[in-house]
């Protein structure tokens, strides 16, 4: 196995790792302290749809977590920056929370289709307006494309399936721009100055955090809090680098064995 | 390409899909395609054997039948292929009960089915009726079932109204597809048995027949699986890039029905 360079930078997941809704995970705030201590770059990283990053960040910040504003990435923002990058105008198919993070984009004579989790916009008229932007070349950005989540009163189809209709619908391919990409991944170190191979993802889930920081050369730390599930750490090949209790015991682990 | 002479040697029978071919659908009834009416009356006086073939699931066939006669079609409710009486012969052959997720139109077709304590979903081409909160009970339904079945009236992506192209029931059964890691089952075509049912029903065998559509996948592809010759439409919902498909490529290219009627009258056997 090659050689690892040092690591210089972490990735946290945030719900169910770090937090759980408006209840902080227990030795969490100190954990961070003490990554902070050790002058680690940190990336707080969420696929997120239904919140902006103000709203993020106010949730954290009130649940005493040391955290600014450009240490947060979420899939909204790599969504955004793929806009600018391409220059389009996009439809947005956003949880209305989430639009502060399009704040200064063109939407009028939208030539492009964003999709996120938004029930409310998953109705058969504007899926068809979607779908004609796209059939005439506006391309499709799926924040994810997760299934289904769970609701108190049961499953709940996610943004997937009606991504798949369309791509059906058009013959083309989503771009997604939410983890597990590689692309996400890529797009939060940017800006560190650090190479995957010197970074380290800590995450609850086994496929969309570790599996994906993985896949793109990074280190990943199953946490066992939140979606974790018993044997999750056996469904991705290769294996979690390390699967341990919580975000606290991964701080740990790294402070005394990676440094 | 051969002559049409060969193209079309030996043809006895033609389905003709409806939606694209013979008209377009929409506001106060649709509009026919220039010349269709007529190609259609043609056609009949002729000895070739005709039939409808069609995915409609929005409409009951007596109104889609009302509606082209009020257009000036020679059609019939007997001479119409389409999917919900092949539906209900499955759904009685199997024993299933299906949650209905289609046009309300559409449901009286299925008025004697039972369909209390579903252990399947069956999607028709529901329009507006694919809102999420009737995607999300369809898909509720079969994430409860130990065997999950999902039947789909047709496999299509989109058809042509007067407004526009519209998403059609495909794109909705590969979203709970998708969402459910199960694969539909297709009534309707492109699926053989479908179009073997109306051949049997035209009373002519495959290599006699020749299909006339606007779907160079689902009519197109789907009737040459089946031994069929097929004539692609440029209306409907035709675009193009479907003379260039990687993978189907027509029998025929006419510019509409009435071209194509020109030429089976010409060439077919008579």
């Known amino acids: 196995m090659a050689a690892r360079r040092a690591l210089k930078a972490v990735l946290v997941d945030l719900s169910g790792t770090i937090h759980v809704e408006d209840t902080a995970l227990p030795g969490a705030q100190e954990a961070l302290k003490r990554l902070r201590a050790a002058s680690l770059t940190v990336r707080f990283v969420t696929n997120t749809t239904k919140e902006s ?18 240490e947060i990435f979420t899939s909204m923002i790599a969504a955004r920056n793929l806009l600018e990058e391409k220059q389009v105008r996009p439809m947005l198919l956003v949880h209305d929370q989430a639009l502060a993070d399009f704040k ?10 964003v999709i996120g989790l938004a029930p409310e916009h998953f109705h058969y008229q504007t899926l068809n307006e979607a779908f004609r932007l796209i059939l005439n070349g506006a391309p499709l950005i799926a924040i994810h494309k997760s299934k289904y989540y769970k609701k108190i009163d049961g499953l709940a189809l996610g943004p ?68 974790y599930r018993p044997g999750d750490e056996e469904k991705i090949s290769p294996p979690p680098y390390l699967t341990c209790e919580s975000f606290l015991h991964a701080v740990d682990h790294i402070l005394q064995h990676l440094l | 390409m051969a002559a049409w002479g060969d193209r079309l040697a030996g043809v006895r029978g033609v389905l003709l899909d409806i939606s694209g071919v013979l008209y377009d659908s929409g506001e106060g009834g649709g509009r026919p395609i220039a010349g269709s009416v007529d190609a259609v009356a043609r056609l009949k006086r002729s000895g070739l054997k005709v039939r409808f073939c069609t995915n409609e699931s929005q409409k009951s066939r007596g109104r889609l039948v009302g509606e082209l006669r009020g257009l000036g079609f020679d059609v019939s409710e007997a001479e119409v292929t389409s999917p919900p009486p092949a539906a209900r012969r499955l759904l009685q052959e199997r024993g299933l009960r299906p949650h209905l997720l289609v046009h309300d139109e559409v449901r009286s077709e299925f008025d004697h089915i039972d369909t209390s304590n579903p252990n399947c979903v069956l999607i028709g081409d529901a329009g507006d009726h694919f809102s999420y909160r009737n995607l999300n009970r369809a898909f509720q339904v079969l994430m409860g079932l130990a065997d999950p079945v999902l039947l789909s009236l047709g496999s ?110 010409r060439h077919a056997d008579q």
């Open chain 1, 160 to 227: 997937g399936p009606f991504v798949t209709a369309l791509e059906y619908a058009t013959d083309t391919e989503a771009i997604v721009v939410g983890k597990p990409e590689k692309t996400f991944f890529l797009e939060a170190l940017r800006g560190t100055g650090c190479e995957p191979e010197e970074a380290i993802m800590i995450g609850d889930d086994y496929k969309v955090d570790v599996g994906g920081a993985q896949d793109v050369g990074m280190l990943g730390i199953l946490v066992k809090t939140g979606k």
């Open chain 2, 156 to 265: 299509g992506r989109y058809y042509k109204q007067s407004s526009g192209l519209m998403l059609d029931v495909g794109c909705y059964m590969k979203a709970l597809e998708y969402a459910c890691g199960i694969q539909a089952e297709v009534v309707g075509k492109p699926s053989p048995e479908f179009f073997r049912s109306a051949l049997r029903e035209l009373g002519v065998e495959a290599h006699q027949a020749v299909m006339v559509g606007d779907d160079i996948v689902g009519d197109v592809g789907g009737a040459q699986r089946c031994g069929m010759r097929a004539l692609q439409v440029r209306t409907g919902k035709f675009r193009p890039s479907d003379e260039q498909h990687p993978e189907v490529k027509a029998d025929g290219y006419v510019d509409n029905l009435a071209e194509a009627v020109d030429l089976l009258l």
């Open chain 1, 53 to 70: 990053k103000r709203d993020l960040l106010a949730r954290l910040k009130k649940l005493e977590f040391d955290i600014s504003e450009d």
């Open chain 1, 104 to 113: 200064g984009i063109q939407t009028r004579d939208p030539n492009a289709v």
